[in-house]
């Protein structure tokens, strides 16, 4: 089946730098993207969305950018933090209102 | 945040027992969905209900059961466990179309 894969499977970053997480998508006809941050022992929880027909949005320190030509979408973080430790998901939607996730980026936050 | 809760947090449970995992929303929300996380799959979707009384399967549905006889809960059954179904289930819930999902904080289930 089809299935969204990640570029880097582990991400180490020096605390105040900043972060990006990169995703490759499958399907052309995905209409809706979601970022998910994972903690340890935790479920995962919303960061950002993108729609198929924006190229880029912005939250507080989370930018996700959308390359249709190629199918690939990024979250930078800016200025990383400790707390920003985890790991994330992408997310693409083409079938109902169902998403197919990654298997996850893990970022490390170095202090 | 208590709007979507699972229950139990942890199960342990012996191969050929049926196991039930509960999910409770409490914002009404219409979209209910199961997916289980393994290492190296990420989140793959079980099962996904539209409504009460609606129903359907998802990317890896076998072994598995699902009801939705009220709008709030959305229990998961393993009809028969089996090893391979030890994993981690997550529920989420999502109030419209254009949104996405809230999860719960998770089932660790170890089928021995």
């Known amino acids: 089946g089809e299935s969204v894969g990640l570029h880097l499977p582990t991400l180490s970053v020096q605390e105040g730098d900043n972060s990006i997480i990169n995703c490759a998508y499958s399907n052309s006809a995905s209409d809706y993207f979601i970022w998910y941050k994972q903690e340890s022992g935790k479920g995962p929880q919303f960061i950002i969305d993108?729609?198929?027909?924006?190229d880029k949005r912005q939250g507080q320190r989370v930018t996700v950018l959308l390359n249709k030509t190629v199918k690939h979408l990024s979250l930078q973080i800016a200025a990383t933090q400790p707390g920003d430790s985890a790991v994330y998901f992408c997310?693409?939607?083409?079938?109902?209102?169902?998403?197919?996730f990654g298997s996850g980026t893990k970022l490390n936050v170095k202090p | 945040d208590a709007g979507i809760t699972q229950s139990p947090r942890y199960k342990i449970t012996e191969t050929g027992r049926q196991v039930t995992l509960m999910c409770h929303q409490t914002?009404?929300?219409?979209?209910m969905f199961w997916y289980r996380q393994d290492l190296g799959h990420g989140l793959r979707l079980i099962y996904y209900s539209a409504a009460a009384d609606i129903t359907d399967k998802g990317e890896v549905p076998d072994g598995y059961v699902v009801s939705r006889s009220k709008t709030e809960n959305f229990p998961l059954t393993l009809e028969s466990a089996t090893r391979s179904q030890t994993s981690v289930y997550f529920c989420?819930?999502?109030?419209?179309?254009?949104?996405?999902?809230?999860f719960g904080s998770g089932t660790r289930l170890t089928v021995v």
């Open positions: 997310a693409e939607r083409y079938n109902f209102n169902k998403f197919y």
């Open positions: 914002w009404s929300h219409s979209y």
């Open positions: 993108i729609r198929s027909n924006m």
């Open positions: 989420a819930s999502s109030g419209a179309h254009d949104y996405g999902y809230t």
